[in-house]
């Protein structure tokens, strides 16, 4: 596989999972009302956190992905020629 469809595959696998995520987040807090009622709102403690959390990693890998699937092949190669060659001057 090259660069490319690596890039593809994290960006769709993670926007999937980020929608997967955000469904089953929807029908969590409907139940959690439907069950709980008022006494509901102490949850958010740690589900708002860990949300926050689950959200900035999802859009990160898509980030990536998006990256690796944009780069041009001169950008890349720029890139790692101009890594390589600071790593073998210091």
């Known amino acids: 596989m090259n660069d490319r469809t690596i890039g593809l595959l994290l960006m769709i696998i993670s926007l999937c999972f980020g929608a997967l995520y955000a469904i089953s987040f929807l029908v969590w807090v ?45 950008k890349r190669d720029e890139l790692l020629l101009g890594s390589t060659t600071k790593a073998s001057r210091g």
């Open 30 to 74: 409907s139940s959690l009302y439907s069950s709980f009622g008022d006494k509901a709102w102490s949850w958010w403690v740690i589900a708002l956190p860990i949300t926050l959390i689950v959200g900035f990693a999802t859009f990160f890998l898509a980030w990536i992905g998006w990256v690796m699937l944009s780069a041009s092949k001169s």
